[in-house]
């Protein structure tokens, strides 16, 4: 038996299986957020716009993004921006999921979440505080949301802050259009923005 | 600017590795408890490491210091005929070990412990005889010496290897 061949049977002796990984992980993710390391914690919920993935920090929801953003891209981002202790760690976006499911099954029509606003700034972050005003199932054009922000004359902006707002469907973003009715950008593409103004027409 | 990637992949790309590292020094009761340690104590410090750190000598050394920390803890809690009974009820619980595994394993824990390391460090960590010197201490060329004679007491203890290999190469 030559070094190899026993490397390899060491390999199969001390195994590392899925099964255990997963419990070692799952008691990692409970460890970490009881000595307050977990500094974002997310997991991934189905939706009819598609796989969302959700970001929280100790502070509250931090991020929502589509599969088209890229999740890994996103979790990058999430560990430049604010800490790279991350874990996949379902337990603390419970309370979200559980809202989302709510709001996509026509049962929720506003967000009680806790928000972490830190990745936006200055005027974005007024714009996206605001738009919680406009109600489910309505539409507001990016000029009453510029106005509703205090800045009537920053259309432009206002509409800058609603394309990347950090937090779509929780912070209904998808509620503004363009005044003459076309559709405007969205994170999720216009698909989703289409879906997410039916289902709230049709409830 | 990209940094660091998230723990979580971290977790992903080396918890097997370090997992079969914690089982061959410890045995299979201990292993969980050093793994979960491991990785806390590197989830803390995770921010401050390098950039071009070794990710994984650098998780294969606290996994030795954790590990340390539970052998000597063992130590003080051990009953001197404790040893035997112990190890097999260890082994029954996790699970369906083949008797080839299992006697393997048995030889690897029957080892000294710088063997034990040297062997666990290099060959199932994959670290180079430097790596693992500047883990245990001492020259990469004793780490060889230590790595050589264990493979060759496990070539001695580990009766079924031959069998199933045929012919030595």
Known sequence: MNADDLARDLVRAFPGTPGDLRRLHDRLAAAAERDGILDVAYRTVDSPVGPLLLAATEAGLVRVAYASEGHDTVLQALADRISPRILDAPARLDATARELDEYFTGRRRSFDLPLDWRLSDGFRRVVLSRLPEIGYGHTASYAAVANLAGHPKAVRAAATACATNPLPVVVPCHRVIYSDGRIGRYLGGPDAKRTLLALETAA | ?169
């Open chain 2, 1 to 169: 600017m990209t940094g660091k990637q998230p723990f979580e992949a971290v977790v992903t790309r080396h918890g097997a590795t370090v997992l079969r590292v914690c089982r061959a020094i410890l045995g299979p009761a201990d292993a969980d408890d050093a793994w979960s340690e491991t990785f806390l104590s590197a989830m803390k410090a995770y921010p401050g490491l390098p950039a071009d750190a070794n990710v994984e000598a650098w998780l294969v050394t606290i996994a030795h210091r954790k590990a340390i920390d539970v052998t000597r803890a063992a130590a003080r809690r051990a009953i001197p005929v404790a040893e035997t009974p112990d190890t097999e009820a260890a082994d029954a619980a996790d699970g369906p070990a083949s008797g080839l595994d299992s006697d393997l394993a048995d030889a690897v824990a029957g080892l000294p412990a710088k063997q034990k390391q040297a062997v666990a460090y290099h060959y199932l960590a994959g670290l180079p005889y430097a790596d693992v010197a500047d883990i245990v201490g001492g020259s990469a060329d004793a780490v060889r010496r230590a790595a050589a004679d264990g493979i060759a007491t496990l070539r001695r203890t580990y009766p079924f290897a031959a069998a199933t290999k045929g012919e030595p190469r």
